[in-house]
Every structure is written in C-alpha cells, then in structure tokens.
C-alpha cells in the first residue's frame, strides 16, 4: 500500500511540474485583457494626437474615440504620470498578481507579476 501511495505522490508532482507558468500578460486571462487594453490605449493615443494632452478621465474617449469602455480590465488611469495601468490575478498555475503599464505615446503595455 504505501509503494502505491508513493507512486501517485511522485505522479502527481511529475505532472505539477511539468506545468507551465506563464509569464506576465502571456497567459490566457491576461492576453484576453490584453485586447480590452489595447484598444484603450489606441483611443487615448488618438485622443493625445488630436488633443496635445491626455483626456481628464478615460470616459472622455467615449463615444469619440472608443464606442465603449470594456468592463475588465479596470484600469488606473493618471494625466500626472502619463501612464495606463491594470492588475490582474494570471491563469493557474501561475501565483500572484501581474500589473501591466503603457505610457501616453506607447502601443503596447509592459508587465510584470508580483507574488
């Protein structure tokens, strides 16, 4: 009995490792953020090329630039640092919270996970 209960503890953790983790904004939940976030980022970018300046709130970009502003991710949105921020929990097997970063200008976010 215990050769078997040893043989599953050592199959189990031969398939646990063989996971991969993915890395920030590389997994499915964040690629699919990714998308939502990107088409914000294109709008405000629009709108800083027609405007000079970033919008007081991101509900400035609707319906002009963005017929909608996506539900998730939410974002952290500052004028001040010129920057679009949003956090998300990745997909198993990876641990933590990735925050993703674009600056005015940028057209494509930089992430990084936190554990």
Same mark, same amino acid.
Not at 46 to 64: E, F, H, W
Not at 85 to 98: C, K
């Given at each position: 009995?215990?050769?078997?209960?040893?043989?599953?503890?050592?199959?189990?953790?031969?398939?646990?490792?063989?996971?991969?983790?993915?890395?920030?904004?590389?997994?499915?939940?964040? !690629?699919? =953020?990714?998308?939502?976030?990107? &088409?914000? /980022?294109? *709008?405000?970018?629009?709108?800083?090329?027609?405007? @000079?300046? %970033?919008?007081?709130?991101? !509900?400035? =970009?609707?319906?002009?630039?963005? &017929?909608? /502003?996506? *539900?998730?991710?939410?974002?952290?949105?500052?004028? @001040?640092? %010129?920057?679009?921020?949003?956090?998300?929990?990745?997909?198993?097997?990876?641990?933590?919270?990735? *925050?993703?970063?674009?600056?005015?200008?940028?057209?494509?976010?930089?992430?990084?996970?936190?554990?």
């Amino acid at each position: 009995m215990r050769i078997v209960a040893t043989v599953c503890l050592v199959t189990v953790l031969s398939v646990l490792s063989a996971c991969a983790v993915w890395s920030a904004g590389k997994d499915p939940h964040g !690629q699919e =953020l990714m998308q939502n976030a990107n &088409a914000v /980022l294109a *709008a405000l970018n629009s709108y800083i090329q027609v405007n @000079r300046k %970033g919008p007081a709130t991101l !509900q400035d =970009l609707v319906p002009s630039y963005i &017929a909608a /502003l996506p *539900a998730q991710p939410e974002f952290n949105y500052s004028v @001040r640092r %010129g920057s679009l921020v949003f956090n998300y929990a990745p997909s198993w097997p990876t641990p933590g919270t990735s *925050a993703c970063e674009a600056h005015f200008g940028e057209t494509a976010f930089r992430c990084a996970d936190y554990r």
